[in-house]
């Protein structure tokens, strides 16, 4: 597990740009950054176990060390009857570690630190793992992907888990509803990154992670932005913006060239009621998503104008009202479910009774196709060339 350190010098180190062209660039000696993820939410117990524990209760600031084999546990559910705790956001209760780099979280062991805080309502707790950003990385490598993928396949999915974790640190701001005063970088969950534990590690996520130390996309100007990237495209790649309401430079909606065809889940088929179809609309009119003169009401025949996988947009008729519908708002709505993927056509099925939909992939469609990058590994691409093909629009630099 161990890595070798990087000289803290200025090194002049070549690599390649997102067009294949060699370009140099300096490192400057900046330390491996640690960061915090909370890998468990809203738990009324936690128990922790490890060798030689040490224990700091940081209100009070009380310190303790445990020899041999330890388990403590934390009963959350008191601190929501504390009147001091429901005044406070949430807090930073405890903090453990141990001399052999191991805390067991219930029957999961994670390197580093694990933190125990309160949760918003302060009556449970989230747990937090502190740990060096090159173990964070090969142990999500077996989550994100599979372990026993090609190399240059966990070496691109190690790049860009690796942007996308130092951007949400830059930015300091996981939370809409915390903000700035949250003990955590970004959650373990699909909402950001999936993180794996100390047995998720392997020898090829270790090689991935450590081939690839330090290594960022940014844009021309060297600046970190989100990188993302999902299961399978099928087929179509978007932009950020297509997709959320946020533009992000450095990205292209082109067609991916299908690469993932063949690989994970096949295309896919689900039913949608006229009464939740029309829930949709007036959601969609309430949220102000959709531009339209007239409330949406009653009973009206809904046509849909020709639709395929390859339109962004949905265009129909309530009655004689023209709508056009993003369709990555669909997912939004119906969730994952229903719609695994914003590649899709939708179509009127008079016999059921239901509007039929019919699609392709898997996620969001931003960024990089993780089947599609397997596929180029198989056929010889390195992890530069996958990474250029998914974000032609940003460069390869290291952070550290």
């Known amino acids: 597990m161990h890595r070798i350190c990087f000289l803290l010098i200025l090194l002049k180190i070549s690599t390649l740009n997102a067009f294949g062209e060699i370009t140099p660039y300096l490192v400057t ?20 176990s490890g060798t030689d524990l040490n224990r700091t ?21 008191l601190f929501g009857e504390n009147k001091r705790f429901k005044k406070r956001g949430p807090t930073l209760l405890a903090s453990l570690n141990s001399m052999t780099g191991l805390v067991t979280v219930g029957d999961k062991k994670y390197m580093g630190t694990v933190d125990i805080v309160s949760s918003v309502g302060n009556d449970s707790c989230d747990v937090i793992q ?12 077996a989550k994100e992907m599979n372990s026993a993928w090609p190399l240059e396949a966990l070496k691109a999915q190690a790049v860009a888990a690796r942007s996308y974790a130092l951007h949400k640190m830059e930015t300091d701001h996981v939370s809409k509803t915390l903000g700035r005063v949250a003990h955590y970088d970004l ?9 794996g534990s100390f047995f ?4 090829n996520t ?4 450590t081939e690839t130390m330090g290594e960022v996309l940014v844009t021309p100007r060297g600046k970190l932005t989100p990188i993302f990237f999902h299961a399978k495209c099928g087929g179509k790649l978007l932009r950020p913006d297509q997709v959320w309401s946020n533009a992000v430079s450095g990205y292209n909606s082109t067609p991916e060239g299908n690469y993932c065809h063949g690989h994970g889940t096949k295309d896919w088929d689900n ?12 959601w969609l009119q309430k949220k102000k998503l959709i531009s339209v003169s007239k409330k949406i009401t009653g009973k009206k025949k809904i ?16 009655g004689d009202l023209h709508i056009v519908i993003k369709k990555p708002l669909f997912r939004r709505y119906f969730g994952r479910f229903t719609f695994p993927s914003n590649n899709f056509e939708m179509n009127w099925d008079s016999k059921h009774n239901s509007f039929v939909v019919s699609g392709s992939g898997l996620g969001h469609g931003v960024g990089m196709c993780q089947l599609g990058a397997l596929d180029m590994a198989k056929k010889g691409w390195g992890y530069r060339k996958i990474l250029a093909h998914y974000f032609p629009g940003h460069k390869l630099e290291k952070a550290y």
């Open 187 to 195: 959650e373990s969950s699909e909402k950001h990154q999936v993180s």
């Open 206 to 209: 270790d090689l991935a992670t």
């Open 200 to 203: 998720d590690i392997t020898r």
């Open 130 to 141: 502190e740990t060096r950003l090159e173990d964070y990385i090969s142990g999500l490598l």
């Open 57 to 77: 209760f940081h209100i009070g600031n009380q310190k303790k060390t445990f020899s041999g084999r330890k388990k403590i546990k934390f009963n959350c559910s």
């Open 271 to 282: 039913k949608v009621t006229y009464k939740r179809f029309v829930s949709f609309i007036k």
């Open 29 to 48: 000696g900046t330390p491996e950054p640690k960061i915090r993820v909370r890998v468990s939410k809203s738990l009324k117990n936690v128990i922790i």
């Open 303 to 318: 046509k849909i104008l020709k639709d395929t996988k390859d339109k962004n947009n949905m265009r129909l008729y309530w």
